[in-house]
């Protein structure tokens, strides 16, 4: 298995695209759980680590720090 390095602030592209069209989500909180906040619509869901490791596709674009 790959390791995926993610980190908070980040785009990353699901593999399955939300309802509202958009497939590009921020990562907004980290720790036993990722919570992470579509881009479209500004919905914002929680789910395991484990989860979301197995569910991501691919880092699309670093986060900044000054969030």
């Known amino acids: 298995m790959e390791n995926k390095q993610f980190d908070l602030g980040d785009i990353v592209q699901m593999k399955k695209q939300h309802p509202c069209g ?3 989500w921020k990562v907004i909180r980290m720790g ?3 919570r992470i906040k579509c881009i479209g619509c500004n919905h914002s869901i929680l ?12 880092v699309l674009e670093k986060g900044s720090l000054e969030e």
């Not at 789910?47 to 691919?58: A, H, I, S």
């Open 32 to 34: 036993m759980d990722i």
């Open 47 to 58: 789910m395991p680590r484990k989860d979301f490791v197995r569910k991501m596709k691919k």
């Open 22 to 24: 958009e497939n590009k």
